[in-house]
């Protein structure tokens, strides 16, 4: 498919339209401006440790995968830790992210476990987002969530639907008016899918089905990349320039085992995990090592045994690249602008003896997919403002793609990745015969990143007789009909509106074939049909919550529920109580035995007083 390659800049009184147009214009006349910087991402990590895990990770995978994160995570961000079962705990505080909190970060990484009892996907999300109330201009908001369940808060269904619904209906819509986007990844096929993909799609976040934990390490990367975008440096057959503005660099190699990674300097200098300077940090973990170097030497450097598409080069740098926010999600069709600016010291760079001698491009894969420019031309609508835009993305092929956005100067280069995904229909309709066979089951399911369920409106007919469709909890709309239709088209036209609040309006048609539709199932349908269930490894669950008492700011104030072996509980009260029987009898028989000895004894002393006092009254006669 052929990718259209436009020009077109957003006008910056967008950007600061709350300031006003006056402002705008004054604003406009300065050297730097503070565009595009504002955003501080925080990045709030929540983590499930049930017992199911003992099965869906059993090696554990999740914390090399949180200590990648933490060791990406520029200073300056904002993040926190939580892992839940039945209870929530703030594994690492949410603060400031410098290097003592990295360093208690991987200290406590050490203790996710898989002990949970429950899955109380509710109590997480409300405790991860405890301060975020209501929009914050300029706020980059996230929640990685990772879980392998259903919403499991009870042995009771009921408890665990009235949780679900409370996620939907309440929590939910609050992290939307929030501005929080929710990372979504799902661990398993038992994992709530329906649930995590309307998380992510409603909120503008991305989703993510994992069926090997070996694959978490690579997905937190991406999350990381989607949450906090950084500057990074290029690499090509395994070298990468770093150039005199770069402050620090972290260096992520992914290996495989065996495979020995090295790091050499412009000087010809190598470094590895066991010989390295102070100047370096270097961390290694079974898929991974992650080195930082301070103030690391200008010139060309080379990485050593490792050549993963995934390797990365992440910078500190008083010269950044800054983009405008891309979406996660896109119709193919649509049109989405993309612009870059320089900045030098968080000031914008619109300096034009210095912006000429740099290119800015946006790309996939090393395939150049437009220029941008700062022109007043072809598209951009203000020219020499330091601001570089158009809008190349479009006709995007369906699927996951990774848009570069590239700074080239003369002495440097600089990259920010956009990780997104192209679908090429706003909703389908899926039809199959129902069990018996005698009617047609018809769903009409929109696409949750792309629409906003509350505002779809459908109408149906068949040879223009109506079809009447009832909306599930879950947001597909199903009718049946009956067989006699078969051979027919159904036609159903939808009214919506996109995220953005642009109204769209598109009609869909399927044929009612006389075959079962679940062998034509697509990975579309299938990753929106997944049906509520009860979990299927309580059998891994334990009633041991954690290694350390929950603090009781932390931990919901009800005690653990347990489960419970009636065959069991029966023979243990049966033996108790033939034993308190026993026990009984024999008390009873030595108690009534010492209490015949008393009363003898006591009968005896009673005759003795009786016969003192018969010779005290002969005395007296």
């Not at 389908?428 to 949750?448: G, M, Y």
Request: proline share 3%; aromatic share 6%; no cysteine.
């Amino acid at each position: 498919m052929r990718i259209n390659i436009l020009h077109h800049k957003r006008p910056l009184v967008l950007k600061v339209h709350q300031y006003g147009v006056l402002l705008f214009v004054m604003l406009s006349s300065l050297l730097y401006s503070s565009y595009g910087l504002a955003k501080i991402a925080d990045v709030r990590v929540v983590i499930d440790v049930s017992g199911s895990m003992k099965n869906n990770d059993p090696q554990n995978l999740r914390a090399p995968a949180v200590r990648l994160l933490i060791g990406l995570m520029p200073e300056g961000t904002a993040s926190g830790i939580w892992t839940f079962g039945q209870y929530v705990n703030m594994q690492v505080k949410h603060g400031r992210v410098d290097r003592s909190w990295k360093a208690l970060a991987v200290s406590e990484s050490k203790k996710i476990h898989s002990r949970g009892l429950y899955t109380n996907i509710e109590e997480a999300l409300k405790r991860a987002s405890f301060n975020w109330h209501k929009p914050q201009a300029g706020s980059n908001r996230n929640i990685i969530l990772l879980t392998d369940g259903m919403v499991d808060v009870s042995k009771d269904r009921q408890k665990n639907r009235a949780s679900r619904q409370r996620i939907l209906n309440e929590i939910l819509p609050g992290l939307k008016q929030a501005g929080v986007r929710v990372h979504a990844i799902a661990l398993s096929d038992n994992a709530d899918k329906k649930l995590m993909n309307q998380l992510s799609g409603l909120t503008g976040g991305w989703y993510e089905e994992v069926d090997d934990a070996d694959a978490l390490e690579r997905v937190f990367l991406k999350l990381f990349e989607i949450s906090a975008p950084t500057p990074s440096l290029p690499i090509r057959k395994n070298r990468f320039s770093v150039d005199s503005e770069v402050n620090d660099m972290t260096v992520l190699v992914f290996r495989e085992e065996g495979e020995t990674v090295t790091l050499t300097n412009p000087g010809g200098k190598q470094f590895s995990h066991n010989q390295h300077t102070e100047a370096v940090v270097w961390y290694k973990e079974k898929n991974y090592e992650l080195v930082t170097v301070k103030k690391p030497d200008v010139g060309d450097w080379l990485i050593g045994g490792s050549n993963d598409t995934d390797n990365r080069v992440m910078i500190v740098t008083n010269l950044k690249l800054a983009t405008n926010t891309l979406p996660t999600t896109l119709l193919n069709s649509d049109a989405i602008p993309v612009e870059a600016s320089l900045y030098e010291k968080d000031k914008k760079i619109i300096k034009s003896s210095f912006l000429n001698l740099v290119e800015f491009t946006v790309s996939e894969n090393e395939q150049l997919l437009g220029l941008l420019n700062d022109t007043g031309t072809e598209g951009d609508n203000r020219k020499k403002d330091g601001t570089y835009s158009g809008l190349p993305l479009k006709g995007l092929p369906v699927g996951e793609h990774t848009i570069i956005v590239r700074a080239l100067g003369a002495t440097f280069e600089r990259n920010i990745r956009h990780t997104m995904k192209s679908y090429d229909k706003l909703a389908q309709v899926k039809t199959d015969l129902s069990s018996d066979a005698k009617n047609f089951n018809i769903q009409f399911i929109p696409r949750v990143q792309l629409l906003d369920p509350e505002s779809i409106h459908i109408k149906a007919n068949i040879d223009e007789h109506n079809v009447e469709f009832s909306k599930d909890p879950g947001g597909v709309w199903s009718a049946e009909v009956d067989k006699e239709n078969a051979g027919k088209t159904i036609t159903v036209i939808l009214e919506a509106k996109r995220h953005s609040g642009k109204p769209v309006s598109i009609t869909l048609t399927e044929n009612l074939t006389g075959h079962d539709g679940k062998e034509n199932k697509t990975e579309e349908n299938a990753e929106i049909e997944h049906e509520e269930k009860e979990p299927a490894d309580k059998k891994n669950e334990v009633t041991e919550e954690s290694d350390v008492e929950p603090k009781a700011e932390e931990i919901n104030e009800h005690e653990e529920e347990e489960q419970t072996n009636w065959l069991l509980v029966s023979w243990v009260v049966l033996m108790v109580n033939i034993v308190l029987g026993i026990v009984g009898v024999l008390g009873f028989k030595m108690w009534k035995k010492k209490r015949d000895k008393m009363k003898d004894e006591e009968t005896d002393e009673f005759d003795k007083v009786e016969e003192v006092v018969e010779i005290e009254e002969t005395k007296n006669e």
